[in-house]
């Protein structure tokens, strides 16, 4: 399968003919528990918290996607949701512990590390990840995790890996890259040296708003092996039904992927282009001070494009109830068009911190819908 190109590899890892049946498409294993020869002596199945065969190809399909050949299993866990996954990262540290993360980090990333694992003893540090200075700036001694996201959540920032990873190697601590916005088809991480690799598998990797699950990544067995145990331990699983929606889904990533970009590429060249519009972030524009990494580690922008519209908050809110296809709604990556403001949506708590976003900043997650469409609506939305 290793010299399967992406595409082929999302249709075919982990996901061969069901040996009992023939069914070409990885069943619905809707079952708790498995019976067993002998005790303890099974088919590498007991119970559906531990593991599930849906759920086995997932994590298959997924970590090939991501580079990594780790057995039956590749290097995934696949998880109920994305937070569900940075949770269980969270439990890999020890009261004392301290994470650095972006200071433009997703609002529900921020509240659990901030909020939660704050109260458990882990300490946590707010930094501008983009560059040198700033990652030096904030690693200590008591540093053993670093969050980077990119591109960020909302401001699309991009933040160099390979930098990252070297510079947290230097006190001992991981890297760990939410690939959500841009997908294992956009970027591979481990490949510049992350350690671990997280997503909101609700979102791109689903790709029709129709489940949560999320997913960690890494090429470390003994890693890997670690992330099992508090999976089984802690109990934050997908079930076989989510698994399955999200395996459909990944079979068709690439394909939307690149009308994704595309139309987020037309979009991006419009917004610039209107006076109605003060500032437009997406990191392919020429412009746009993380374009020459994004360009290095990126095979392209992907679908997430911000912007502020001329009149504040006032037009912001107006303009997101106006549009008819672009919907009003929290999540992203889906095949439909959807428009939000984060100050008062997805990231509402971070508001009064050092990670508070433009007030009147709006995020469009840009669908596979005919991009001429899009363009009218947001025109006419802008009024």
């Known amino acids: 399968m290793s010299e399967d190109r992406f595409e082929t590899l999302a249709i075919h890892a982990g996901q061969d003919p069901d040996p009992t049946t023939g069914a070409a498409v990885v069943p619905i294993y809707a079952t708790s528990t498995y019976v067993q020869q002998a005790p303890g002596v099974h088919k590498g199945y007991e119970y559906s918290r531990t593991d599930n065969p849906t759920r086995t190809a997932l994590q298959t ?31 890999l540290l020890e009261p004392g512990d301290r994470i650095v993360l972006p200071d433009d980090a997703y609002g529900g990333t921020f509240r659990l590390i901030a909020q939660v694992l704050s109260r458990h003893g882990i300490k946590w540090t707010a930094a501008d990840l983009t560059t040198a200075e700033g990652i030096a700036k904030a690693l200590t001694p008591d540093t053993k995790l670093v969050w980077v996201e990119t591109p ?11 930098m990252i990873a070297e510079a947290a190697k230097s006190v001992g601590a991981m890297t760990v890259v939410d690939n959500t916005f841009a997908t294992p088809y956009l970027q591979q991480p481990l490949s510049l040296g992350a350690d671990m690799v997280v997503h909101s598998a609700t979102k791109y990797l689903g790709g029709h708003s129709d489940t949560v699950g999320g997913a960690i990544v890494t090429n470390d067995a003994g890693l890997l092996e670690q992330l099992r145990y508090l999976q089984n331990a802690t109990g934050p699983i997908p079930g076989p039904f989510d698994s399955y929606l999200v395996l459909r889904g990944i079979k068709t990533l690439g394909v939307r992927m690149d009308r994704h970009c595309t139309n987020a590429a037309a979009i991006t060249d419009f917004l610039v282009n209107d006076p109605r519009v003060e500032h437009v972030w997406y990191p ?15 095979s392209g922008y992907g679908g997430m494009v911000s912007f502020t519209p ?74």
């Open 61 to 91: 399909q997924i970590a090939a996607l991501e580079g990594v050949d780790l057995g039956v299993d590749g290097g995934c866990i696949a998880t109920a949701s994305g937070l569900a996954a940075t949770a269980l990262i969270g439990y």
């Open 152 to 162: 960020t959540n909302p401001l699309l920032r991009v933040v160099d890996i390979a």
């Open 310 to 383: 001329v009149g504040g908050l006032a037009a912001a809110n107006a303009l997101v109830t106006r549009t008819r296809l672009f919907f009003l709604a929290e999540s992203l990556g889906g095949v439909e068009s959807l428009i939000e403001v984060p100050a008062s949506m997805t990231h509402l708590s971070v508001e009064g911190t050092d990670l508070e976003v433009p007030e009147s900043l709006v995020r469009l997650s840009v669908g596979i819908e005919h991009v001429d469409d899009l363009i009218s609506d947001l025109d006419r939305a802008l009024g």
């Open 284 to 298: 392919g524009l020429a412009t746009d001070p993380g374009h020459a990494t994004a360009s290095l580690q990126m």
